[in-house]
C-alpha cells in the first residue's frame, strides 16, 4: 500500500492572515481541500466502519428478553434490534450502506404493516411459523429461506404459532437516510391476509427454473420472486461441489460454492442495492485473504470454522454475524462444511463504477 | 386492410422507348422500383408461406419408415424429415426463417457429433431413451421436455434403448441460409460420452430458481440450461390456472397460461433467433383471433382442440403441427385441456424493431 | 477453408423402397435434412449473391433517361432505380438483405409521401436542391450528407431548383420482403412542407455533440437526428489522421480513418437493421483482406483505389458501388486520398448473435 | 404531507428491567429500531442538509485571498475551497454526495497531476487561460465550458497567462468517503503536456455530432468527450427557444430550454454518479415548484432572476450558487433570459430506483 502524506500548502509567516482568512472562510460556509483531503480523499478505502463480530448466543437472548418487555406494534413497528457497529458513533448502522437487525415475534403476535422506499430482506437462520405478507402476499419464514420486501411494498408479519420466532432483517436504511432517498408509509394495523399457504403466489408463478409467465414480460426492479428456499440453496450447492468431485467447472473457487439469489427477469442482483448469496466451504478450505470495495454482512448459517478479518481470526459458531467493512481483507477457514448467508452493497459498487477486488 | 394499387408510372406513348430503357437496365444489373413495388412492399405481410398442419398421425409413419430405410451417420448427420411449407417453393421450410423437422433415432443408434451457427431445439412429443451430448453434456430426452442447442455447440445424440425414439427439431436455418451467416463443422463420428444421467451438468448447475451460480456470472447470449423438464412446466402452468381460480393476476388471458422459456442469464429468449414457449387452454376456452409480425410454429402436446387460421378450422390431435406465416389471424378452440408447445422467430422481430400485433 | 462432403446415408440397394418413402414424403410436403444438408448447412457462409460493382457513369445516364421517360408519381412512387444482384435471380436485390438504388428527381418534381415498415436512408454522391421531408420535418439533401426515413416515418422529396439531383438508396427490402415483416401506408401525394430550411428540425434539436435535449429522454429504436452533414464527418476523418501523425490512437487501423454514423440516445446504429459508416483511407494504403458475415455495399465518394473482392481487383471511381457478400474476402486500396461511404446489414448479424470476423 | 407518529413500543411500568435491557443492548453494540425508527425512516426525506445559497461576490475575493496566501502543490494538491452545507456539521459538502468548490488558479501555476476514483469535472463561469491536463491530454477551460475529470483519470491544471482564473469543482467526495469507495494516487508534480491546443484529443475524435470513431466502439463507463464548449451548449438552447417560437415540441416546458451532457457511446449521464444539465430560461418565466429524490447545485451562468428554496425567494447573479437538498420544493424566476449551470447526484439515486419527482 501506498503512503501518502499531504504535505500542508500553506506558508507558516502568513499565519496571522490565514488565521483570518480561515474564519471568513468559516463565516461563509467555506472549508478549504487542502487541509483536509487527507482524510476526505485516502489513498485506500479507510472505513470509519470496523469489522466487527456479534455471536447469537447473545443476541437471542436480547431478542428474547425485548420479547417479554417490548410490545410489537403499531408507531415503533418491528421488534428489530440492529447492530450497531462500533466505528459508527452509536448509530444502529452494521456498515455505512447496511442495518442487519435480529427481529423477534412472539406467539401469535402481528407486526403491523407499512412500506418504505427502502429495500429490506429477511433471512431465518433457525425456526419457523411466521409469515410475512407483501404486497398481500403471505409468505412463509423458514430455517434457511430468504424472503425479499423490495422499497415500497407494503408488509407485514404475523406468528401463526405458540412459539416465537427470530430471525435477520437486512435494509438499507443507512444508505437512504444519509442520500436522504427514505418514504415511509403506514398500512393495515393487522397484516392484510392471515393465510398459511406453503407457497407464496409470486413462488408459484416464478419458482419454475427458466420458465417466465406470459403474463410478466415486463423486467422489474426488484425480484418478483420473493422468497428463496432452503430446499433449493442448498440443492444448488450440493450440485457445484459434486461437479467438482466430478472434475467440472461449476464452484467459485477450489472447494467453495457458492450462489447469488437473483431477479428471474434480469438475472441480475434481487433488489437495487442489496446483493444475497450463499456461500459453502468444504471442511478445512481456506480461502484466500480478499479485499473488496463495499459492505459486507455474513452469518453463519451452519457448521465450524473462523474468519479473518485484517489478520485476526476468530472462531464463529451458526448464527454468529459479522461485517467486512470496505477493503477490509477477509478470509474463512472451515473446518467442518461451513455454510454462510451473505449480503452487501455491491450493486450500488458495481453500479455506479466503483467495484475494484484484490485477492492476496 | 387497405387496398393499395400501385398505379403504373410509365408513360404508354413512350413504349419503344421505355422498352428498350428496360433492356438496358438488364444489361446493367438493374431493375426499376416502380413495376415491382407492389410485391415487394405490400400493404401488410403477404407471406409466400401459407398456413398448414401436418398431421402426427402421417408423420410418425414415414418417420419410422425412414428409419428402416436410411441409415444415420456421417454426411446425413441426422435422420431428420423436415416439414416443407406448400408455399415455398419445395424447400424444407417451415416458414421463411424456421425450420421444423420430426427426427427418428432407431435402437442403440448414434447421429454423430457436429456443430453449426445455426441455433437448434428439440421438443419431445413422446418417448424417451435418447441423450443428446451438448458440449459434451449428455441431455436426457423426455416427453414434455425441450432441449436446446445453441449455435456453435457441438452435439450428437444416442439411443440407449431398444426402442426407437422421434422428436421434433426446431432451427434458424432458413434464416441462416437466407442471410448466409451459417457455419458447419464436424465432430467425434461419435458421441463423446455415452453416459445417461438423469440430469445434466447444464441443469445441475443453473436449474434452481433464482439462483445463480457465482462462477457464472457473465451473460451469455443463449442459455446456458440446456434441458427444460416437463415437470417444471406443467407445475407453472398449472399453478397459473390455480392462481387465476383465486382471482389472482397469472394467465396471459383468461382460461390460458402460458410460459416463456428464457435464459436464466437474461430473463431473455433462449437462443437469439428462436422464441419457446408452451400454452395451456382451459377446456372449452377460444382465443382471440390474431395477427402477429413474425411466423410460428405450434405442435399439439396434449388434448383435443383446433385451430383456426385466416379464418379456417382444423382439428387437431397429439402431435400435429401447425405454421402460423407473418399477419396470418390465428385463434385456438379447446375442446378439453389443451396444451401446445410453441416456437416462433419473434426475438429477431423484436431485436429489429418490427414487432406488431393485431387483436381482432 | 475446410471441405466438407457429406456423404449421402442412403443405402443404394433400398432404390425402389427409397424412391417411394421419397414420394410420400413429397405428398406430405416433407423434404429429408440428409438430400440437402451440403446446400442449407455450408461450412462457411456460401451466398448466391456476387461481388459486383455497378460504374456510376454507366448508372447515372441511365437514371437520367428515366427522368425523361418515366414521370414520378403515385403508385410506382418513386423514380428509383435497384441495383440487382446478378447472383440473385433477376430480383433488385443488392445482397439478400440490403437494397441499393440510384434514386433521380427531375427539376421541380415531387415524389410523394408514404411510410412503410421498412428503414431506409439516403446519400448523396454529388448534387444538391432537394428536401426530403420526414414526418413533416424538411431535411435538405446536399453531397456528403446521410439523410434517414427510419421505419414507419412519412417521407417525401422534392426538388426545388432548375436542375435535376440523383442519389443512392439504402433499405432493408431484401430482409423486410424474406421475412414478411413489412408495411406501407400512403400519405399525401404531395410533400406537406415545401419549406427549404438549411437545416432539419432534427438537426436543431440533436445535432450538439453530447448533448440531449431535456425534452428528449426516452432513447429510440432508430436515430432522432435525420441528416448527417458532410462536413462534421469530414472533419472527423480529418482529426482522426491528423492525430494519427500526433502518434495518438484514432484510426482504426495505419492510414485508415473510420466512423460509424450513430443514434445519439443509445450510441448505437442508426437503424435496427441498417449500419452505416464512411472511411478515409490514406493515399497508397491497402487494407488487409476481410472477411465478414452479413453484406456489405460500398460507394466511392472521392478519390481514386480499386477494390479487391475475392483476390480480384478492379479499379473504382467516383460514384461507382459495390457489394460485398457474407465472408467474401475485400480488400481496398487507395491511390490517391479515397473517401467510400458504406452500409450493411451489421445490425442485423450482431443483434442475433451471428457475428465473426477473419482478417487474413 | 402526512403526519407521521411513531409512537413509543414500550411500556412504562417495566421501566428498569427496560433500562436493562438497553444498557445491555449497548453493551453488545445492539440498537433498538422502535425507539429511533422516526429518525432513520422518515415519511418523506428529511435531509440534515439545508437549501443554501452562496454568493459569488463573496466567494471569489476569498478566492483571491487564497491566491496570495496559500500556494498551490503536492500535499494540499488543489486551491480548492469547498462550499459547507450548513446543516451537514462543517463538513465542506454542499449535500451529503455532493462536493462543490470555487477553485483558483493563479498566473503561471501549475497543480500536480493525481487520480482518484472520485469522480470531478469543472465548470467555468468566467475566465480563461487554464489547460487541465487529463490522462496526458490537455483540454482548454474557457467562459461556458464544462470539463470531465471522470474517475480515475490522471489530471493536473496549469495557467497559461499572466493573470489568475477560478471556476468551480464538482465531486461525489462525500458520497465516496460516506460509502468508502475512495482510492487516490499522485501523478507527475508538473503536468505531463504543457501544450496549449485549442481543441483536446478527445474533442477531435468525440465532438462531431452522431458521429462515432470506428476505433472506439467499446461503450465507457464515463464520457470520452472530455470538453463540452460553451458554443454548443449556446446553440442547442438557442433553437430549442427558436423551435418553440414555431410551434414545435422541443423545450421542457414552456420558456424553459435545457440540455443534458451525456456520454457519446451511450447517451447516459456523463458520469456513474453526477449528472450535468444546462437551463436557460426566457425573460419573466416561472417554473412550477418542484420536489426530486437527490440533491442538485445550480451556479447562474448569466442573466437575473431567483430562485424560490422552501417558499423562500432570494435574487440570484452570475455566479451565484445554491444547492437543493433532496425533496425541498425548488422554483426558478428569470427577469430576463435567465442561465444556469446545474449538477446533481441523479445517476445515483436513478440507478438504485430511488427516483421521484413531484410538481406542485
Redesign the interface.
Known amino acids: 500500500m501506498?503512503d501518502?502524506?499531504?504535505?500542508?500548502?500553506?506558508?507558516q509567516d502568513?499565519a496571522p492572515?490565514?488565521r483570518q482568512?480561515y474564519a471568513?472562510?468559516e463565516a461563509?460556509?467555506?472549508?478549504?481541500?487542502?487541509?483536509?483531503?487527507d482524510d476526505?480523499?485516502?489513498?485506500?478505502?479507510?472505513?470509519k466502519?470496523v469489522p466487527?463480530i456479534?455471536k447469537w448466543s447473545?443476541?437471542f437472548p436480547?431478542a428474547e428478553?425485548?420479547g417479554e418487555?417490548?410490545?410489537?406494534?403499531?408507531?415503533?413497528?418491528?421488534?428489530?434490534?440492529?447492530?450497531?457497529?462500533?466505528g459508527l458513533g452509536?448509530?444502529?448502522y452494521v456498515s455505512?450502506?447496511l442495518w442487519a437487525?435480529i427481529q423477534y415475534l412472539g406467539p401469535r403476535e402481528t407486526a403491523p404493516e407499512h412500506r418504505?422506499?427502502?429495500n429490506a430482506f429477511r433471512f431465518v437462520v433457525e425456526g419457523e411459523g411466521v409469515w410475512t405478507v407483501v404486497n398481500g402476499d403471505p409468505v412463509r419464514m423458514s430455517r434457511g429461506d430468504l424472503l425479499l420486501t423490495p422499497?415500497w411494498h407494503f408488509h407485514g408479519h404475523h406468528n401463526d404459532t405458540d412459539h416465537p420466532m427470530a430471525w435477520i432483517d437486512g435494509l438499507d436504511?443507512p444508505?437512504?437516510?444519509?442520500?436522504?432517498?427514505?418514504?415511509?408509509?403506514?398500512g393495515s394495523d393487522r397484516v392484510t391476509d392471515y393465510a398459511t399457504p406453503r407457497f407464496s403466489?409470486g413462488e408459484?408463478?416464478?419458482?419454475?427454473?427458466?420458465?417466465?409467465?406470459?403474463?410478466q414480460?415486463q423486467?422489474t426492479?426488484?425480484?418478483p420472486?420473493g422468497a428463496?428456499r432452503w430446499e433449493?440453496?442448498d440443492?444448488?450447492l450440493t450440485?457445484?461441489l459434486?461437479?467438482e468431485d466430478e472434475g467440472?467447472?461449476?464452484?467459485?473457487e477450489l472447494g467453495h460454492a457458492?450462489?447469488?439469489?437473483?431477479?428471474?427477469?434480469?438475472?441480475g442482483d434481487?433488489m437495487?442495492?442489496i446483493r444475497c448469496?450463499f456461500?459453502r466451504l468444504r471442511a478445512n478450505i481456506v480461502t484466500p485473504p480478499r479485499r473488496e470495495?463495499?459492505?459486507s454482512v455474513f452469518q453463519v448459517f451452519e457448521g465450524a470454522g473462523s474468519v479473518v478479518l485484517n489478520r485476526k481470526e476468530t472462531k464463529l459458531e451458526k448464527g454468529d454475524i459479522f461485517v467486512v467493512?470496505?477493503?477490509v481483507a477477509w478470509s474463512l477457514q472451515a473446518e467442518t462444511q461451513f455454510d454462510l448467508f451473505r449480503f452487501s452493497?455491491a450493486?450500488?459498487?458495481e453500479?455506479?463504477?466503483?467495484a475494484?477486488t484484490l485477492v492476496e
Do not use: C
Not at 28 to 37: A, N, R, S, V
Not at 40 to 47: A, E, G, R, Y
Not at 69 to 81: F, Q, Y
Not at 258 to 267: D, E, F, L, M, S
Open positions: 501506498v501518502k502524506s499531504h504535505n500542508n500548502m500553506t506558508k502568513d492572515q490565514l482568512l471568513d472562510f461563509e460556509h467555506l472549508m478549504p481541500l487542502w487541509t483536509q483531503i476526505i480523499m485516502p489513498v485506500v478505502p479507510s472505513p466502519a466487527y456479534w447473545r443476541l436480547l428478553r425485548s418487555l417490548v410490545p410489537v406494534g403499531r408507531g415503533g413497528e418491528r421488534r428489530a434490534i440492529g447492530l450497531a457497529n462500533p452509536g448509530k444502529a455505512p450502506t437487525a418504505h422506499a427502502q422499497g436504511i444508505f437512504s437516510y444519509h442520500n436522504d432517498v427514505g418514504f415511509f408509509e403506514f403466489r408459484r408463478l416464478w419458482a419454475h427454473p427458466g420458465l417466465r409467465p406470459l403474463s414480460l423486467d426492479v426488484s425480484s420472486l428463496y433449493f440453496t440443492r444448488a450440485e457445484q459434486l461437479l467440472q467447472p461449476a464452484t467459485v457458492a450462489i447469488r439469489y437473483v431477479n428471474p427477469t434480469t438475472g434481487v437495487p442495492t448469496e456461500h470495495v463495499g459492505s467493512p470496505s477493503w452493497d450493486p450500488v459498487i453500479r455506479l463504477g466503483f475494484r
